[in-house]
């Protein structure tokens, strides 16, 4: 059997240029048909960042040597509910599960799953030996990796009750701006703002900002879903008396307080005097963040450069909870 390093790398080398021939191109039509959600670029850009991101064979190693004794116990039944909100974001547990010598048992949202049974299918074409199973509702399973809203979470630990269980609920993610931003890295800032529609627990909708900063983001063709939830937030917003910056698919509202926005296509400003006041409010507020994208340096334990946002390494957990060492755990 191929070693895990020779799967994923393989897997990478299989994904290149994904989009650019006519079966990859089928695929991409028949998920985007799935969920309206979806578009062609934010699929593309989703394979080529997981390609590059995880499936280079020199960073699969490196990642894999922090694990020494992953692959060498007995295999245990892991049951993978995968979320769908965007593209692929349920391949990385597939990844550590497989990567642990476990044996998966996935069950795909129905978001997502032409994109996720496709990469699947090319797994297995690359070592047929690969134990892929389909999840059965009721069935007994060692280890549980789910992710889902407070109820869908409530539910889990009910019906997974006994059972080691790495479950993740909704976070936010924050850009904190110095106020010198190039207009390429606010270009960037967009993208970690847009794509996928603004779905993802890495997708960018609280920014601060220096005070008297004035943020000019550049404006994008959305999907039509996101186009409606536009027009929905802008309307309200309206009645509501609220001022706003209308940025065509999104507008940008200064918050009373400092909080989330409600509406995905809504973009929360927040002006600062101090570093030290957005500090305290990242740490106070950790447990509701994914990640806080930011160029300046010390900021928080899950900062990312400007524009890598989507772009998530192997070693770049969600809710920074070590999945390889929850599956070293089971017993």
């Given at each position: ?87 692929l ?15 998966p ?11 996720e049974?496709?990469?699947?299918q ?39 009750a006994?059972?080691p ?68 937030c802008r ?17 940008m ?79």
């Amino acid at each position: 059997m191929k070693s895990a390093v020779e799967i994923f790398s393989k897997l990478g080398e299989r994904l290149a240029g994904f989009g650019s021939d006519e079966a990859s191109r089928s695929v991409v039509a028949r998920a985007v048909a799935e969920n309206e959600w979806f578009s062609v670029s934010d699929i593309r850009y989703a394979i080529e960042a997981v390609r590059r991101e995880m499936l280079d064979a020199e960073k699969v190693e490196r990642w894999l040597l922090h694990y020494p004794l992953a692959a060498t116990h007995e295999a245990k039944r892991v049951a993978i509910i995968m979320a769908g909100n965007i593209p692929l974001v349920g391949f990385f547990d597939l990844m550590c599960v497989l990567s642990s010598g476990h044996i998966p048992f996935v069950k795909p949202s129905s978001k997502d799953r032409v994109l996720e049974e496709y990469i699947e299918q090319l797994l297995l074409d690359i070592e047929p030996s690969l134990s892929i199973e389909k999840y059965v509702e009721g069935a007994e399973y060692d280890a549980v990796i789910a992710t889902g809203g407070e109820s869908a979470n409530l539910y889990f630990r009910t019906a997974f009750a006994g059972v080691p269980c790495l479950l993740r609920g909704s976070r936010h993610s924050v850009a904190v701006l110095s106020g010198k931003e190039s207009k390429e890295q606010v270009a960037r800032l967009a993208d970690d703002i847009f794509i996928h529609s603004g779905l993802g627990c890495r997708n960018v909708s609280l920014i601060f900002v220096p005070k008297g900063y004035k943020l000019a983001l550049p404006t994008r063709k959305m999907c039509r879903a996101y186009h409606n939830n536009y027009l929905q937030c802008r309307a309200l917003l309206t009645m509501q008396g609220v001022d706003f910056v209308d940025l065509g698919e999104a507008v940008m509202v200064k918050p009373v307080q400092t909080e989330f926005p409600r509406f995905l296509s809504q973009i929360n400003v927040v002006e600062y005097s101090s570093l030290e006041d957005v500090k305290r409010w990242l740490a106070e507020n950790d447990e509701a963040l994914q990640c806080v994208v930011s160029d300046i340096s010390g900021l928080h334990s899950r900062c990312v450069e400007i524009g890598q946002a989507q772009s998530p390494t192997l070693f770049d957990y969600a809710d920074e909870r070590d999945t390889m060492q929850f599956l070293a755990g089971i017993e």
